[in-house]
């Protein structure tokens, strides 16, 4: 599972480190980095009930199982752990603008792109996993986003 990073520590771990704002994301971007950090607080359920409101339950349900299941890639074939901030943060770290524009290329169905990225943060055998799971997830949020524009 992602592990947390919280300022108190002196040094950031590798990928932990602040390198920008969530609120200079585009926004599907932005909304990929705090299901993420839900999901880790408080599981696949949470980030199911916080897409329904945008989402038909079928491709709400959707959303969260392609991120539920990028996480769970991302932990067992991360070439190291995952690193995220806080829920109520503001910084992005590194890893969390990797996720972030891994969903990116995913919304725009840029599957090379997202293949490309997956490659150099994941084991070489689940990077065409991570491609289409990050595709299955930027799409639904973009369907979110046109049914409904406040992301956040």
């Known amino acids: 599972m992602p592990r947390d990073f919280t ?3 002196r040094r950031p771990p590798q990928g932990g480190a602040a ?5 200079d994301l585009d926004p599907i971007e932005a909304r990929a980095v705090r299901l993420l950090r839900l999901w880790c607080d408080e599981g696949h359920a949470a980030v199911a009930a916080r897409l329904a409101p945008d989402l038909d339950p079928g491709p709400a349900r959707a959303a969260a199982d392609a991120l539920d299941a990028l996480c769970r890639l991302c932990a067992a074939a991360g070439r190291r752990p995952l690193m995220r901030h806080g829920a109520e943060c503001a910084c992005l770290g590194a890893d969390e603008a990797w996720f972030a524009r891994l969903v990116g290329h995913g919304s725009e169905a840029a599957r090379e792109e997202a293949l490309m990225l997956a490659m150099a943060f994941l084991e070489p055998g689940a990077a065409h996993d991570a491609a289409r799971l990050a595709e299955a ?3 639904g949020l ?6 409904r524009p406040r992301l956040h």
């Open 7 to 9: 300022e108190e520590t």
């Open 19 to 23: 390198i920008g704002r969530i609120e």
């Open 137 to 139: 997830l930027g799409l």
């Open 142 to 147: 973009r369907r979110a986003a046109i049914s």
